[in-house]
């Protein structure tokens, strides 16, 4: 008979167990298991015995996995749950029974020759309980016939496969699945199971542990191990790893280079029992019981490794993420100004129903997302009723050097004291090269399936509106520490946020302009992935943060799976820039886009709108050894990114930034090479007499406190320096390389600021100040853009130093429009961003400019519209106010004589002259200062600090 001997079944016909507390939804309930045993192969012990291993296939709904399972594991298994209905009766054979049954089931799977006891089917008690007959190792090969084996397995498998045991914690081991295994969101299950560990870790040594000694200390730890897609976690039990739960440790595998020299390996055999897995920073020695065990281990962990797309291999521009098409649910919106970008923020996190991750520069709870002002809309009561709600926090702030600026990130993160809400500061010590720099990112992301992403940190003096007003005497719009003017006074008091530090009726707010993007579907994911990576390296460094949980990533969103399989456009024409390029027509891939819509109003529900577009969009990022833990290079997938899209640039190119600081070849000072990109396109286009324009805007002034004639004024002066240096001067800047090759720069180039004016209460006159310029994007022949938080200097391109993220959005929903006299195929996303953009400019807001903004390159809009009225504009503000910098002040002492104050002061008749003014354009001062040096003075602490914390 399989399964039974003297009419005994192999397993109790009856088990009552609370399951370990485990809930009773589970993924085998009301499921049928199905099993097929594909193999038998033949192994030996370290003593020489011969045994076999039996590779069985399970299936349960639509998921299956493999294990490998020899007799003896089959027997302690059977042992395990007959143990069950021995504890059921244990008040009538007794405690002592009860603990022998349970000694033997410690010893059962010992395989060294000593002695085991196992559950073998013999007799049958007056009781019905089943006699436990001891055996040794030696004879244990005998004690069936191959075929009887065999037929014990089968009808092992059939008993434990029942619905009413599959659910229980021992067969959930054999079977060696928890509640991990199916969770969609976090990728196929690839191997599972009871192991041991021991990591290097900061944050598991103790005392003087640390650095080399921690590399030899091995404390090993029993811990459920759990290996997807994306990561290899540590539970401390199986019951433990579910999602939701943080693990005691993990792995996230990435495309970041670790300390081998060898590529696409992950995992090393140290012995038959022990393996090394490594990957970035991380190391953990990872031990099984069976030699069969650490091989399977390794190859799956290697398998994983060596994937070509994904998060393992390098993608395009050098990126952990590859490019995302429509198809995976890759939608857009953009922000122009903080208005709406905080208001939609605000929304987000009110749906949020599981996880909110944030990482800035600088992040202000008592921030208020909309306006007028209410503290219920502040980011900090939003985030406490999420969390009164469940939904975890998680929030990475830059930790400041307190000496350099002060951000009060520490008064921060304890106005954000909530059990859900978890706050790291990073990164932590004295100050040293890497203090230097900061972590840049400006990060929402909700739920992993919508993440924002751009210029607009959450923090105070950030709001504004397309007015960009100068005043707000109430206080409702801009109250506090939030009517802001970084020019006059850096604020210190922030533990005090409803302070006034000026006077509003005597100095005007400086406006600020930015821009911000959503996504959604697939792109989110990258976007979380990243913030996942540097937690847990932030946590991993910091002895301060240790206590903080580690996170895993999700692989995949559950909900645009079908979208990704149904109809999968990837690759469509993702690897190229214009469709031209792309093997696909550009009719098929707007059929294919037509043919997801309907899925996406479905998997998105009812928060889809008409404003987000379908785009084809890639993360990129700057991350380094102090940010993320890369230890032998670097990625600028943005750096790339941006020379990428400039060389193959056709019409035109139009730039926002806060900083422009860029060399050529051999500057030493300046590494990055974005001018030097820009000035080869140009020489392509006067050599080939070109119609090529490229826009760029600027802050017409740093936003620092000082200026040319305060003493205070250094960083102000050298920020200054640099960028005149590629800008206009030095001999290798951008319009003396079009000089060089026979061009007129003014035919190629606009250079360009923002600029407004108001009426402050105090006494009536008009005042103004500069827009300032804090957006960090790149458009280029509207058909891709770049939207991040990355300047273009070295501080954000090199990688090495601040930490930087952002998107690389190209064509999707396409239309065709006439620029330089051919049709082109555009994205309407770039094209509506680059439309509102120079409208707000040009102050033609709420103005049909139907095919008036659609060719930039024409002489018409660039030299008759956009150059004219900044020029109209600068001549206009020269009129009504002293002190403004422009380009017939060469030196200090012009300056000087002008106004000593170095604030615009208002001259007689300058209403009538503002009257006049159209939009906040305004031409760039290139010849400001021509013939001062502006570099830091040798009595300056800048000086002694180098040219890098200014480029």
């Not at 008979?1 to 399951?19: A, C, F, K, N, S």
């Not at 208020?368 to 939904?391: F, S």
């Not at 720069?745 to 006159?765: M, W």
């Amino acid at each position: 008979m399989h399964g039974r001997r003297d009419g005994v079944p192999l397993l109790p016909t009856r088990v009552e167990d609370d399951l370990e507390g485990e809930e009773l939804h589970d993924v085998f309930v009301g499921a049928n298991v199905r099993f097929h045993v594909e193999g038998v192969t033949e192994a030996r012990t370290l003593i020489g015995l011969e045994y076999r291993v039996y590779v069985v296939r399970l299936r349960c709904r639509d998921h299956t996995w493999t294990i490998h399972k020899d007799l003896v594991q089959f027997l302690k298994l059977h042992w395990a749950l007959k143990t069950i209905c021995l504890e059921e009766r244990v008040q009538k054979f007794g405690e002592k029974a009860l603990r022998k049954a349970q000694g033997a089931l410690q010893r059962v799977d010992e395989l060294t020759g000593m002695e085991l006891r196992a559950l073998l089917p013999e007799s049958e008690g007056e009781d019905g309980v089943q006699e436990l007959p001891a055996l040794k190792a030696e004879t244990l090969k005998g004690v069936f016939r191959r075929e009887d084996e065999e037929h014990f397995v089968m009808d092992c498998m059939k008993e434990i496969l029942d619905p009413s045991y599959v659910v229980l914690p021992q067969v959930k081991d054999f079977l060696r699945v928890s509640r991990m295994s199916f969770a969609r969101e976090y990728g196929e299950r690839i191997e599972e199971g009871n192991v041991f560990v021991s990591t290097t870790n900061k944050r598991d040594a103790c005392g003087p542990c640390t650095g080399m000694m921690a590399t030899f200390r091995k404390n090993w730890v029993r811990v459920w191990a759990v290996l997807k897609p994306g990561f290899l976690a540590f539970y401390t039990s199986r019951s433990a790893a579910r999602p939701g739960n943080h693990p005691i440790e993990v792995v996230v595998f990435d495309a970041l280079p670790s300390e081998s020299i060898f590529q696409k390996r992950c995992a090393w055999i140290q012995d038959q029992y022990t393996i090394l897995v490594t990957c970035g920073y991380k190391k953990v020695l990872l031990r099984t019981k069976r030699a069969r065990d650490t091989y399977n281990w390794a190859a799956s962990i290697n398998e994983i490794s060596r994937q070509e797309t994904g998060w393992c291999s390098p993608s395009r521009h050098g990126s952990f993420a590859p490019p995302r098409s429509p198809s995976t649910g890759a939608l857009s919106k953009w922000f122009v100004d903080a208005e709406d970008a905080f208001a939609a923020i605000a929304n987000a996190i009110e749906e949020a129903s599981h996880q909110i991750f944030i990482a800035g520069w600088w992040v202000c709870p008592e921030l208020c997302l909309r306006r007028p002002y209410m503290k219920r809309d502040t980011l900090r009561e939003l985030l406490n009723e999420r969390a009164n709600g469940g939904v975890q926090v998680y929030i990475l702030m830059y930790k400041e050097v307190t000496l350099a600026m002060s951000l009060k990130s520490e008064y921060m993160k304890q106005l954000l004291d909530h059990e859900n809400i978890h706050v790291v500061r990073h990164p932590d010590g004295n100050v040293t090269s890497a203090q230097l720099w900061s972590h840049h990112e400006k990060i929402v992301a909700i739920d992993n399936s919508i993440a924002f992403v751009g210029g607009l940190d959450l923090c105070f003096g950030r709001f504004d509106t397309s007015n960009h007003k100068l005043d707000d005497v109430d206080g409702q719009v801009w109250p506090g520490l939030d009517y802001y003017n970084p020019r006059v006074i850096e604020p210190t008091s922030w533990d005090r946020p409803m302070e006034d530090v000026f006077d509003r009726t005597q100095i005007p707010r400086m406006p600020w302009h930015d821009v911000h993007c959503a996504v959604w579907g697939l792109p989110a994911l990258d976007v979380a992935r990243h913030f996942v990576q540097c937690w847990n390296f932030a946590v991993h460094t910091m002895a301060a943060e240790a206590h903080q949980p580690l996170l895993v990533p999700w692989q995949t969103l559950p909900d645009l799976t079908v979208l990704e399989n149904r109809h999968d456009l990837e690759g469509s024409y993702v690897e190229g820039l214009t469709p031209e390029q792309s093997p696909v027509a550009q009719e098929s891939i707007r059929e294919g886009n037509e043919k997801v819509a309907n899925l996406f109003d479905i998997a998105l529900g009812p928060t889809r709108t008409e404003d987000r577009h379908r785009v084809y969009c890639q993360v990129l990022r700057s991350v380094g050894q102090w940010s993320i833990g890369c230890p032998r290079r670097e990625e600028t997938s943005i750096y790339k990114a941006y020379l990428a899209l400039i060389e193959e640039s056709q019409n035109f190119i139009y730039i926002e930034n806060q900083f422009f600081v860029s060399g050529e070849q051999g500057n030493s000072d300046v590494k990055n090479r974005i001018l030097q990109a820009l000035r080869k396109r140009l020489m392509r286009a006067v050599e080939a007499k070109e119609r090529f324009k490229i826009f760029i805007l600027i802050p017409l002034e740093p936003g620092f406190p000082g200026g040319i004639l305060d003493s205070a004024g250094t960083t102000y002066r050298a920020i200054m320096h640099w960028q005149f240096q590629t800008l206009s001067r030095g001999g290798s800047s951008l319009l003396e390389g079009v000089k060089a090759c026979g061009g007129n720069p003014e035919d190629y180039i606009s250079v360009c600021g923002l600029r407004t004016f108001g009426h402050l209460s105090g006494n009536g006159k008009p005042t103004t100040s500069q827009v300032y310029v804090h957006s960090k994007i790149m458009i280029v022949d509207d058909t891709a853009a770049i939207i991040g938080s990355p300047n273009i200097n070295d501080r954000s391109l090199l990688g090495e130093r601040d930490s930087e993220i952002a998107l690389l959005l190209e064509y999707g929903t396409s239309k065709q429009v006439k620029v330089n006299g051919r049709f082109h195929s555009i994205s309407e996303f770039v094209h509506s961003l680059r439309i509102r953009l120079m409208s707000e400019h040009l102050g033609w807001l709420g103005r049909e400019t139907e095919g008036l903004l659609d060719d930039p390159t024409s002489d018409t809009f660039f030299y008759d519209t956009w150059c004219k009225t900044a020029r109209d504009n600068e001549n206009l503000y020269l009129q009504a106010f002293s002190g403004i910098a422009n380009s017939t002040i060469f030196t200090k002492a012009a300056l000087k004589a002008q106004s000593p104050s170095e604030f615009p002061k208002a001259l007689t008749g300058a209403s009538e002259y503002l009257q006049r003014v159209k939009g906040h354009l305004v031409t760039y001062p290139l010849a400001f200062m021509k013939y001062e040096d502006l570099r830091p003075s040798l009595v300056s602490s800048e000086y002694f600090v180098g040219s890098s914390l200014f480029t």
